[in-house]
């Protein structure tokens, strides 16, 4: 695969399907890119387990903070790389001795490692490069709209009531 583009039933399908997200580089920091998203895929009902040496073992957003991806316990659906290019290789080295495997792993905006994909992609595990899952996630579900953001997708689904008067929009609804 060129990982130049992907398309959207790939992405959204793999949104769809994971339910448990170790996420590698998060922060303590709400400013930080890695904080922000995060509290944002907790709060769309995805398990995320942050992944940090310098954090392990305090809490964050009430999740425990692994140091290594082999200190998480149970099966991981998707590893996110919230690290730079260089350090993907050996971040997906260590996913890729984990067992059971897991099915994605993920390289946020601006990480592209092809060695570290082509690695990944022998032994069946799918690979997104350079891709946020808080924006698609929010492109798929309308929420991007919200901020006057071309999807480049049209859908005349009616937000969901999400508690306390707020309306969150959702990928995880039936025929979606």
């Known amino acids: 695969m060129t990982h130049d583009a992907y ?48 954090l392990a073992g305090q809490t964050l957003l009430g999740r425990t903070v692994y140091g290594t991806l082999k200190d998480v316990p149970g099966a991981i659906d998707m590893v996110e790389i919230f690290r730079n290019s260089d350090a993907a290789g050996p971040i997906t080295d260590e996913a890729l001795t984990l067992d059971p495997l897991p099915k994605v792993i993920w390289m946020q905006l601006s990480v592209r490692n092809d060695e570290a994909a082509a690695k990944a992609e022998a032994k069946g595990v799918t690979v997104v490069m350079n891709r946020c899952p808080k924006i698609e996630y929010g492109r798929f579900s309308g929420e991007i709209g919200w901020q006057g953001i071309n999807s480049r997708l049209l859908s005349s689904k009616k937000p969901t009531l999400a508690g306390k008067g707020f309306q969150k929009l959702t990928i995880h609804r039936p025929g979606t």
């Open 7 to 54: 398309p959207d039933s790939q992405i959204r399908d793999i949104l769809k399907s994971v339910k448990r997200i170790a996420l590698v580089g998060a922060s303590a920091n709400e400013a930080r890119p890695s904080w922000i998203v995060t509290k944002y895929l907790i709060d769309r009902g995805y398990d995320v387990v942050p992944v940090n040496p310098g």
